[in-house]
């Protein structure tokens, strides 16, 4: 009966940790998948969620399914968080005010867009959706799985290692009116490369002009500047826009998988900004009708880290300094390697500029065959190396197996 099933390939990303696991290259540098290591090369749990957790092993009395969407208070936060932090976004405000943005508690952040893939199948006019060129592996599957028809907007200039602004315009300007167009809040992944506040102006006027629907994925908030109140100026401009009646409505997908450290625990969310208080309370209904056949409803102890953390001031202060503390792990491994470069045959200032937990070095294909190969260094063969696999005690093997890769 499934005689003619075909093999399928390893997953782009998540495969590179089986490769890995099986090398016996003492030497072996594990630069795949965007999940932190500290310098000892170890995944961590955050102080902060840690205490959090204490706290709730110590005060959970029960563990019945949440809502379908997730807690009210959950959504909540999550909505105050990024369309209302700091009081600094007085247009959220208003649209948390004015009930105008539906959030669901999703499966991280790949389900948020799994679920908002299939909610624009089910309510978009227009299925194609328009991803920047490059993207992370697994948007275009979960965009094509759900039915929608995805298509590149130009982004990146491989040759010049650079953000192409010049073609990302045009090709916004060519794209199908009233389609949906997927943004990267900050730290683009992989390219690690993001537009200005005057590029977003720019970028935001074209989707005005072509009525496209902006789809906001956030998956590195805080990774940016290491504070997460900061990385959301994209955000705060869209709501502006939003309230001044330029852009009627957009969605936004979230997650807590990498500012809290939370990855396995798949915590993230949905949040549809919507046009009117009515329209709010149809999607809401909506969301629910699409993921109960689903999974029935989210799981719950994530959830519970993020409600206990932003509930308790000391706990919050205490996340905010341990995202910083990654953050800045994560900068000072770019300028370590950075440092060690050989720049004369090739320029690498493009690292400099790049922001988040990758860098996108502009190494070929057959480039990143041969430091896996010869080097035992896995890392996706698009050229990206998730650079919290990088410490003191591997940098110079890893820049040295680069400079002899690019000299050969
Ligand atoms: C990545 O890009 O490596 C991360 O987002 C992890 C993943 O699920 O692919």
Redesign the pocket.
């Known amino acids: 009966r499934w005689n003619e099933i075909p093999l399928a390939p390893p997953?782009?990303?998540?495969g590179i940790a089986e490769a890995f696991k099986e090398d016996s290259n003492p030497k072996k540098i594990n630069l795949?998948?965007?999940?932190y290591r500290n310098n000892e090369g170890k995944p961590i749990i955050f102080p902060s969620v840690k205490n959090a957790e204490r706290s709730l092993l110590e005060t959970e009395v029960e563990k019945e399914y949440t809502g379908i969407n997730g807690s009210k208070p959950f959504q909540s936060i999550v909505q105050n968080f990024i369309f209302n932090n700091s009081n600094k976004d007085a247009a959220g405000a208003k649209l948390i005010g004015g009930n105008r943005i539906v959030t669901a508690q999703t499966i991280s952040?790949?389900g948020s867009l799994r679920v908002i893939a299939d909610f624009l199948v089910r309510f978009n006019s227009a299925k194609k959706i328009y991803v920047p060129k490059p993207t992370?592996?697994?948007h275009i599957a979960v965009f094509t799985d759900a039915g929608l028809d995805a298509e590149f907007y130009a982004y990146y200039d491989n040759n010049a290692n650079d953000l192409d602004f010049a073609n990302l315009t045009k090709s916004l300007e060519d794209a199908d009116p009233e389609s949906v167009v997927l943004l990267h809040a900050c730290c683009h992944?992989?390219t690690g490369m993001d537009l200005t506040p005057e590029q977003w102006e720019v970028v935001l006027e074209i989707i005005q002009q072509k009525k496209l629907y902006p789809l906001i994925d956030m998956?590195y908030q805080g990774f940016a500047s290491g504070n997460p109140y900061k990385d959301i100026g994209l955000i705060r401009r869209i709501n502006q826009l939003v309230v001044e009646g330029k852009i009627p409505s957009y969605s936004l997908c979230q997650s807590f998988?990498?500012n809290m450290g939370l990855?396995g625990e798949r915590t993230g969310s949905i949040s549809i900004v919507t046009e009117s208080p009515e329209q709010s309370k149809a999607i809401d209904s909506q969301l629910k009708k699409l993921i109960r056949p689903m999974y029935s409803s989210p799981p719950i102890h994530g959830s519970k880290i993020v409600e206990t953390i932003f509930s308790n001031p000391e706990l919050l202060e205490s996340w905010l300094g341990d995202l910083d503390q990654v953050v800045g792990r994560l900068n000072t491994v770019r300028d370590k390697l950075y440092q060690k470069l050989d720049k004369t045959n090739y320029n690498w200032d493009h690292l400099t500029k790049q922001r988040g937990?990758?860098v996108y070095t502009g190494l070929s294909k057959e480039q990143m065959i041969a430091l896996r190969e010869k080097y035992s260094v896995y890392a996706?063969e698009d050229g990206?190396f998730?650079i919290s696999g990088i410490n003191d005690s591997n940098v110079d093997y890893l820049a040295n197996a680069i400079n002899e890769v690019v000299r050969d």
């Open positions: 997953d782009k990303i998540l795949g998948v965007g999940a952040g790949t992370w592996a697994n992944n992989p998956a998988a990498k990855y937990m990758f996706t990206r998730s």
